[in-house]
């Protein structure tokens, strides 16, 4: 008989471990950088990173405010849900964000879609690579975790980038006793995630002892949804119905949130952090493999993809 933990199994000292590392790691950054940036969406890691970060640095409520601005790489299939909550939270902190999107890259010619059903997730790193050069940044901080996939599991913290903005996987510098490498070359950045030793229950523990705000999504709600490849799609104008399909409404949260097209949700009656931990503790698929349609084709994906230049 397998016996699971409870929900405060993570002590406190275990959190407390994880978010003195990603205070130390958002200090390292506005220290070693000339122009970093922080990834952010809206979504639940980048909402902790902002957490953290507002303890590193202090809010306008506290005389402080977050070194480097906000930047969001944004498909325009975003659900409305968490593009106001991220503008909401920007402009509660005083953060600078940026917005730029991938119709925009579209409109320049340097994004063009196979068809126009084509999802344009996999299209955000031409536009995030052209918002590197805009705005010259040398460092980018994101939410990646190394539990969410493979890929994920081979990046190091301060992950190099050459001059075409590609990592390679097999040339990644040493990071023994939390010793960074930060030197660059002139084009090079770093792409820096200070929650790369979280899993998806440190990230929800947090979540519960912290009293973290997110957007309305994670948590459950009905919807409409039709069952494709063992994922629950939801129905709407941009992923609608396709002949001889039935809606079904479901109760349904999701795990992680991104472009329409390309996320699901899973079955779930969790309404608050504390229950999600509980669910957290059973599951048995990764958050990207139970979600994330455009990583199903192949588990080299989202290798490739970050050898592109994506996050």
Same mark, same amino acid.
């Given at each position: 008989m397998t016996h699971h933990p409870r929900p405060d199994h993570l002590s406190n000292a275990h959190l407390d471990a994880l978010e003195e590392e990603t205070i130390f790691i958002l200090r390292e950054v506005a220290a070693a950088f000339e122009r970093p940036t922080l990834l952010f969406s809206g979504g639940k890691d980048s909402l902790v990173m902002l957490k953290c970060a507002e303890k590193a640095f202090g809010t306008p409520a506290t005389g402080g405010k977050i070194p480097y601005p906000l930047l969001m790489?944004?498909?325009?299939?975003? =659900?409305?849900?968490?593009?106001?909550?991220?503008? $909401? *939270?920007?402009? /509660?902190?005083? +953060?600078?964000?940026?917005? &730029?999107?991938?119709?925009?890259?579209?409109?320049?010619?340097?994004?063009?879609?196979?068809?126009?059903?084509?999802?344009?997730?996999?299209?955000?790193?031409?536009?995030?690579?052209?918002?590197?050069?805009? =705005?010259?940044?040398?460092?980018?901080?994101?939410? $990646? *975790?190394?539990? /969410?996939?493979? +890929?994920?599991?081979?990046? &190091?913290?301060?992950?190099?980038?050459?001059?075409?903005?590609?990592?390679?996987?097999?040339?990644?510098?040493?990071?023994?006793?939390?010793?960074?490498?930060?030197?660059?070359?002139?084009?090079?950045?770093?792409?820096?995630?200070?929650?790369?030793?979280?899993?998806?229950?440190?990230?929800?523990?947090?979540?519960?002892?912290?009293?973290?705000?997110?957007?309305?999504?994670?948590?459950?709600?009905?919807?409409?949804v039709v069952e494709r490849k063992g994922l629950l799609v939801p129905v709407t104008e941009l992923t609608p119905l396709k002949p001889g399909e039935v809606a079904e409404l479901r109760d349904v949260r999701f795990r992680t949130v991104g472009d329409i097209t390309c996320t699901c949700p899973v079955e779930s009656l969790a309404a608050t952090p504390d229950q999600i931990v509980l669910e957290t503790l059973a599951a048995d698929v990764s958050e990207r493999g139970a979600t994330r349609m455009d990583d199903k084709t192949s588990e080299a994906s989202m290798e490739k993809r970050k050898k592109d230049g994506y996050f």
């Open positions: 790489i944004d498909t325009g299939h975003n =659900f409305h849900e968490v593009t106001d909550f991220r503008d $909401a *939270r920007a402009k /509660e902190l005083g +953060a600078d964000l940026i917005v &730029r999107s991938v119709e925009d890259s579209m409109a320049r010619g340097t994004v063009r879609l196979a068809h126009p059903g084509e999802s344009r997730n996999v299209h955000q790193s031409v536009t995030l690579l052209e918002a590197i050069e805009e =705005f010259r940044f040398d460092a980018l901080i994101g939410g $990646a *975790r190394r539990d /969410e996939e493979k +890929a994920r599991a081979k990046e &190091r913290i301060f992950s190099h980038r050459d001059s075409f903005g590609q990592w390679q996987p097999k040339d990644q510098r040493p990071e023994l006793w939390t010793l960074f490498n930060t030197k660059l070359q002139p084009g090079e950045h770093f792409r820096v995630f200070p929650i790369s030793n979280w899993t998806e229950l440190d990230v929800w523990q947090y979540i519960a002892r912290e009293n973290i705000a997110l957007p309305s999504l994670y948590y459950t709600h009905q919807r409409e």
